[in-house]
Nanobody, 123 residues
Framework: QLQLVESGGGLVQPGGSLRLSCATS????????IGWFRQAPGKEREGVSC????????YYANSVKGRFTISRDNAKNTVYLQMNSLKPEDTAVYYC????????????????WGQGTQVTVSS
C-alpha cells in the first residue's frame, strides 16, 4: 500500500529554519516525482517544490526559490524539504505527494498524498 508520511513541522521564529521529511512506503522513488505543497487557512493548496527522483531535477515556486531546498535519499525512500529564512507567510500545512515520472506544481496531477505537517512562523 502506497503511503507518504510527513514530519518535521513546528513553530519557528521568522528567519529560522526547519527541515521537513516525507517518508514513503509501498513504492520506490525510482521513476517517481515527489512534490511538496502547502495550504494556508482560507487559501488554495499551492505547489512549493518538486523533485524528479530518477534524475534529481528540482523545481521551486518563485516565493521559496533561494530559501528552500528539496532533496532525496532513495535508499531511505525519503524526500526532504530544507526551509531557511522562514517568513510568517510560509505558515501553512505542508503536504508531500507522489506522481509518476515527471514533476508538476499542480495539485491535480498528484494522486497520492500524506496527511500534512503544520509549519508556523511567528515571533
Amino acid at each position: 500500500q502506497l503511503q507518504l508520511v510527513e514530519s518535521g513541522g513546528g513553530l519557528v521564529q521568522p528567519g529560522g529554519s526547519l527541515r521537513l521529511s516525507c517518508a514513503t512506503s509501498g513504492f520506490t522513488l525510482d521513476n517517481t516525482a515527489i512534490g511538496w505543497f502547502r495550504q494556508a487557512p482560507g487559501k488554495e493548496r499551492e505547489g512549493v517544490s518538486c523533485i524528479r527522483s530518477s534524475q534529481g531535477s528540482t523545481y521551486y515556486a518563485n516565493s521559496v526559490k533561494g530559501r528552500f531546498t528539496i532533496s532525496r535519499d532513495n535508499a531511505k525512500n525519503t524526500v526532504y524539504l530544507q526551509m531557511n529564512s522562514l517568513k510568517p507567510e510560509d505558515t501553512a500545512v505542508y503536504y508531500c505527494a507522489a506522481k509518476e515520472y515527471y514533476c508538476s506544481m499542480r495539485r491535480a496531477d498528484f494522486g497520492s498524498w500524506g496527511q500534512g505537517t503544520q509549519v508556523t512562523v511567528s515571533s
